[in-house]
């Protein structure tokens, strides 16, 4: 395998291991005029330090400040229409406010935004029409068209209400919706039409009939009553002559049913028929449950809802509406002619759990509960139609979290058709879900996760999937060009923790790099597919943006400069990208480490004290060649290396960026293999970094908290001490989306969730613990923290203290927290280290 070394204006060279790290090897840094050569290594690492980026030693007040100080990056970059012209968002300092920039491709500078002009802008979604000639998006609910030739703007809509998803139909029109209304607007006359009006209610039944006995002898008995009855069936039918009748009133409502709410509506592009989503209306928040917020305007205590939970969770399925807007036809299409629709995938788990009660499981089948697969970065509908319009392609997921088919509809016989079923003993990744249509065709493109790791396919509905990429890495952001000659998309190919843009033809299957910028770089596509904008950093710059032209081996312009001289003068420490032997897999378990300045490659005693630190959000990659999101821990970790620690970052088993097996090692057991990962961890050090293993700490937020009461109650002689913030302490408490995935549900898997949740190995904590916990968190609850900390109270456990923040949510927000935070966690580690 081949690995780049690279560099950048502000610091000299980050050294990349590739497999397993060996003391008393180390690999010299490159230049500048280096950085696009392919260097050739063995499985071995440095340890000597890269140059720092400035002199000032880091504080912990500096690091814990606000973030104003380390100059803001753009945000939210998109192209103009012009395809020669970047418009992006940049914070204020000392506000929460943001201004909008407009910078072309070849200028070094940017040019604010009047507030009055914003809507001259287009947007992140806008759409074009089929020629290319026009644009249109939404501003402040409001619909507009940009012709891209002239700049000519016209606003097509100026009301109080929500316009949105505008979408240009084949014959010209565009359309839009507001609220569960879709319009058409001829753009040569102006003139508005209702298309299609979805209602949430029962179709209604028109003048009924009197039912009940007393009711017919109302009727029989009494003139005026009768009289009435038959006059209001008069007007009714008369009204339905005129509506029918009378091509000047629009006649588009279709009733989906009382009680139903729309999960996804997609208008074909001819506008000729509907495919529509829905699902039993239930509310996202929890039976009764609130939370408190102690520190309000006016000194009272406001109860806010709380989300449900998953141990409240029942099952949805969802209903697939196929309406023919030519014939006014509705019709229901079934799930049965999906493959697996009615297996019992859960016999095994719940045979499991049965045998524990003393009860015997008699697996049956039965539907399971089907809907639109739900991708956190999905930035595309789960309904995509083609592009005639003839076809129209539906991605689902089982509501077990096992199975993801792709389906069309066999529109004669008005039947779903499979075209691909994706299933996973353990569970279907809420990323790498895009799909689409090759242009003027039948084929599908798609990312699949059936290789072990996310990799492009594509495949005729009447033919074989064809693999577009193959290898262990993982394919994610794809784009189609309009002429089908390129996907475009990112990836990790060269190194973990290194992603490129690169792209292949769907016809032969050839595959070229695009860019070369070592790092993390993010790309999107402009509108006439010449260039490709870029947001890349590196391990210590955070994200600027560059432009490059659409091509391999592309070379790309830096377009913004925000890092701020303050940022610059810090002397922080680039930690190295190391591959940890891992005696549970054969994959190494990769991970960053921060080496002290005055650290001696090859150096003895076991003199040196070390912390380990635990990312959040458990799917979630950090040892990249990226600047990371936890750029305050980034800091603060420096900080610790300043003082003589060694400090390791892991991407332990169920991180991102390291394929599915590695994805799905926590199913049923989280906790057991991450604490696996962080002994070996500490082992490495150890061997490799002249650790004292008796004086090693831990801490982490969130899924980092989880982890680290983990490894303090399961493995209570690896640690020191830890301090869990904002902590998971009972998975049966945590959201429906993110915890079924992984544990299934509650009623279904008890056994998982006793596995896997810290507050039924309290009984082993025998060493320091900090619990830091925010009081208005609406992701993990404060409730978390309080059960945990009873149930230490109520086991007579004396070494563990918790300091609460009143008004901080799950990510905090005030820099006094976060330093009151940080200097006890600091605190911690120098009285037990």
């Not at 940017?110 to 002009?117: C, F, G, I, P, Y």
């Not at 644009?135 to 002239?150: H, L």
């Not at 209604?204 to 109302?218: D, L, R, V």
């Amino acid at each position: 395998m081949i690995f780049k070394l690279s560099s950048s204006k502000t610091l000299v060279a980050l050294a990349v291991a590739s497999s397993v790290m060996l003391a008393g090897c180390s690999a010299t840094a490159t230049t500048s005029s280096e950085q696009s050569a392919k260097v050739a290594t063995p499985a071995l690492a440095v340890v000597n330090t890269p140059a720092d980026s400035g002199t000032q030693n880091i504080t912990l007040e500096q690091a814990m400040a606000d973030p104003d100080w380390m100059g803001n990056k753009p945000q939210n970059a998109y192209w103009a229409s012009d395809s020669s012209t970047i418009i992006y968002s940049q914070k204020q300092q000392g506000s929460t406010l943001r201004d909008v920039y407009s910078q072309g491709v070849t200028e070094q500078t940017a040019q604010q935004v009047a507030l009055n002009k914003l809507h001259t802008l287009g947007a992140a979604k806008a759409v074009y029409s089929n020629d290319k000639a026009l644009q249109a998006y939404t501003f402040k609910g409001n619909v507009f068209v940009k012709n891209i030739k002239t700049g000519e703007l016209k606003q097509i809509t100026a009301t109080s209400a929500t316009e949105s998803k505008p979408q240009f139909l084949n014959n010209g029109n565009l359309v839009y919706r507001q609220g569960n209304v879709f319009f058409s607007v001829d753009l040569k006359t102006g003139l508005s039409t209702e298309l299609v009006n979805l209602k949430l209610a029962d179709k209604p039944k028109g003048i009924q009939a009197p039912t009940s006995y007393i009711a017919k002898e109302q009727h029989k008995l009494i003139e005026f009553v009768a009289l009435e009855h038959k006059n209001k069936q008069d007007q009714y039918t008369r009204n339905e002559q005129i509506t029918e009748q009378n091509d000047s009133i629009a006649n588009t409502a279709f009733y989906l049913g009382d009680g139903n709410t729309i999960k996804e509506a997609q208008l074909s592009p001819n506008g000729d028929a509907l495919l529509v989503v829905v699902q039993k209306q239930q509310s996202w928040r929890g039976e009764g449950d609130i939370m408190p917020n102690y520190i309000t305007g006016d000194a009272t205590i406001d109860p806010k809802k709380a989300r449900r939970r998953v141990a409240d969770s029942k099952e949805q399925t969802s209903q697939l509406i196929y309406i023919n807007l030519a014939d006014k036809t509705q019709t229901s299409l079934s799930f049965e002619t999906l493959p697996g629709f009615d297996e019992d995938v859960l016999a095994e788990v719940k045979k499991e759990n049965h045998a524990r009660i003393g009860k015997t499981y008699k697996s049956e089948k039965k539907p399971r509960g089907i809907n639109l697969i739900m991708d956190w970065g999905l930035n595309q509908s789960a309904v995509v139609w083609n592009d005639d319009g003839s076809q129209v392609a539906i991605m689902l997921e089982a509501w077990d979290n096992k199975d993801r088919w792709i389906a069309t509809v066999d529109f004669d016989n008005k039947a779903l058709v499979s075209q691909h079923r994706l299933h996973d003993d353990a569970w279907i990744a809420y990323a790498f879900n895009n799909f689409g249509w090759l242009h003027n065709s039948n084929t599908l493109y798609y990312l699949s996760e059936e290789s072990g790791y996310s990799q492009l396919y594509k495949k005729p509905i009447n033919g074989k999937a064809t693999a577009l990429t193959s290898g262990q890495f993982e394919v994610s952001d794809i784009t189609l060009t309009h002429d089908n000659a390129a996907i475009y998309y990112k990836a990790n190919i060269e190194h973990p923790g290194l992603y490129e843009v690169y792209r292949v033809n769907p016809q032969t299957g050839k595959n070229e790099q695009v860019t070369d910028l070592n790092g993390m770089t993010d790309y999107t596509l402009s509108p006439d597919e010449s260039k490709l904008l870029l947001k890349h950093s590196k391990i210590t710059m955070p994200t600027e943006l560059y432009v490059a032209d659409a091509k391999a081996n592309t070379q790309a312009t830096q377009l913004t400069y925000t890092v701020s001289d303050a940022f610059l003068a810090k002397k922080l420490t680039a930690p190295k990208i190391v591959a940890v032997p891992s005696s549970h897999t054969d994959q190494p378990i990769y991970a960053k480490v921060y080496y002290p300045s005055d650290y001696v490659e090859g150096e003895t005693g076991k003199t040196r004290k070390a912390v380990i630190f635990n990312h959040g959000a458990g799917y979630l990659q950090n040892s990249h060649m990226g600047f990371s999101v936890y750029f305050r821990e980034f800091m603060f970790h420096s900080l610790l290396a300043d003082e003589g620690y060694i400090v390791m970052d892991m991407d332990y088993r169920a991180s991102k960026g390291y394929g599915r097996d590695w994805r799905t090692a926590i199913y049923r057991q989280m906790g057991t293999p991450e604490t696996q990962d962080l002994a070996d961890g500490v082992k490495w050090m150890a061997q490799n970094a002249n650790v004292d293993t008796k004086a090693v700490g831990t801490y982490g937020g969130s899924y980092g908290g989880f982890m680290t009461f983990m490894a303090l109650f399961t493995a209570p002689e690896l640690f020191q001490s830890g301090a869990a913030l904002r902590p998971v302490t009972d998975w049966a408490h945590y959201n429906t989306a993110y915890t079924a995935n992984i544990l299934n549900h509650p009623d279904v898997d008890p056994i998982a969730y006793e596995r896997s949740s810290p507050i039924y190995f309290a009984e082993g904590l025998n060493k320091r613990l900090l619990i830091n916990a925010p009081m208005v968190d609406d992701n993990v609850f404060f409730q978390d923290s309080v059960r945990l900390v009873q149930r230490l109270i109520e086991l007579k456990k004396q070494n563990f203290e918790t300091a609460i923040f009143p008004v901080e949510p799950h990510g905090f927000v005030q820099p006094s927290s976060w330093l009151d935070e940080y200097r006890r966690i600091h605190k911690l580690f120098k009285e037990t280290l």
